[in-house]
């Protein structure tokens, strides 16, 4: 009985480091973008971790396939100088690209390519984050694709 309790103990604790190590530097990122040059894109960097997190360099790009490198064309990317700005823990960090760091990224625009960011930050770690186009899960598909159906149903019925 102590082996079982014994190897059931480990178990949890590798579980535990397991988790802890993949939440350690969690980053999302969303993108809104606007067609008016004045009002501009933003692009918010999400700290999902209870740490403060230090951004040292971005760099936003276009690129095609799995590999990144392939096809890659810069947008916006930050200066060496002063691009180091802290994330607090559970907080946003918003860049707005407006004026002469505005880029469409319209569909004909991308011809393809997804629209990427990567995230360097202190620690000599770095995180890349596809931002359009917008991954949807199969869940979210299934219903949205059900709502329409339903909804063409409603319409249908509502015609005769």
């Known amino acids: 009985m102590a082996v079982v309790g014994f190897v059931l103990s480990i178990f949890l604790f ?83 690209f407006n004026n002469f760091e505005y880029f469409n990224a319209d569909d004909r625009v991308r011809n393809g390519r997804k629209l990427y960011v990567t995230v360097h930050a202190a620690g000599k770690w770095r995180r890349t984050i596809r931002l359009l186009p917008y991954r949807t899960s199969l869940v979210e598909a299934i219903f949205s694709r059900l709502r329409l159906f339903l909804s063409r149903d409603k319409d249908d019925a509502a015609s005769l």
């Not at 190590?21 to 067609?35: E, I, K, T, V």
């Not at 916006?76 to 994330?87: G, L, M, R």
Request: aromatic fraction near 14%; proline fraction near 4%; charged fraction near 20%.
């Open 14 to 96: 590798c579980i535990k480091v397991y988790e802890m190590w993949r939440a350690r530097y969690q980053l999302a990122a969303d993108f809104a973008w606007s067609s008016d040059m004045a009002a501009g894109n933003l692009l918010h960097i999400h700290n999902l971790t209870g740490r403060q997190i230090v951004v040292t360099y971005w760099d936003v790009f276009f690129a095609h396939g799995p590999w990144l490198e392939r096809g890659k064309e810069t947008k916006v990317s930050a200066d060496w100088d002063n691009a180091v700005c802290p994330i607090p823990a559970y907080s946003t960090l918003t860049l707005t």
